[in-house]
């Protein structure tokens, strides 16, 4: 079974994104990336699971991401509620209707792993995106807030 690893980020958010992938079919690895102004991290995260479906050829895939929304959308089947509410109110439903469409071509198993947990393809992932907003104005300000609220989480 070919394995999709996907990871979208934005910063700050909304603002300039990126999403990372890594497709491994055996012993082959694909890596694929692309960055976007104007976005949302929600955004950058169903574009990259978009992208990996469509990049790979294989019909039986595992997606694996740290996004819980993406994986949720068709664990919990709630992107077909949305279908059946005409996607009334849903925010990227553009993105939902792209994904659901590459998602019907396929036998996929939606797998989460958690960010920054040491899995390999999944760190690969997100170097991927976060490659591509290295030079983002105002990307040392928004890491510095995230590492303070982060630490505020943890006590």
Not at 4 to 29: K, L, S
Not at 110 to 121: A, L, P
Not at 129 to 147: C, H, Q, T, W, Y
Request: charged share 30%.
């Amino acid at each position: 079974m070919t394995k999709i690893y996907t990871d979208g980020a934005c910063i700050p958010n909304p603002g300039t994104g990126a999403w990372g992938v890594v497709i491994v079919d055996g012993e082959n690895i694909e890596t694929y990336s692309g960055k976007v102004n104007d976005t949302t991290n929600m955004r950058t995260e169903i574009q990259a699971a978009i992208k990996g479906l469509s990049r790979s050829t294989s019909l039986e895939v595992e997606v694996i991401s740290d996004s819980k929304i993406v994986l949720d959308a068709f664990l919990k089947r709630w992107i077909y509620s949305w279908v059946n509410d005409n996607w009334v109110g849903r925010l990227n439903a553009d993105l939902w209707k792209r994904l659901l469409e590459y998602s019907r071509a396929k036998e996929i198993t939606w797998t989460w792993v958690k960010g920054h947990s040491g899995d390999k393809y999944n760190e690969m992932a997100d170097k991927l995106a976060d490659n591509l907003l290295i030079d983002v104005p105002g990307r040392k300000e928004f890491e510095s807030k995230m590492a303070y609220f982060n630490n505020l989480k943890k006590r």
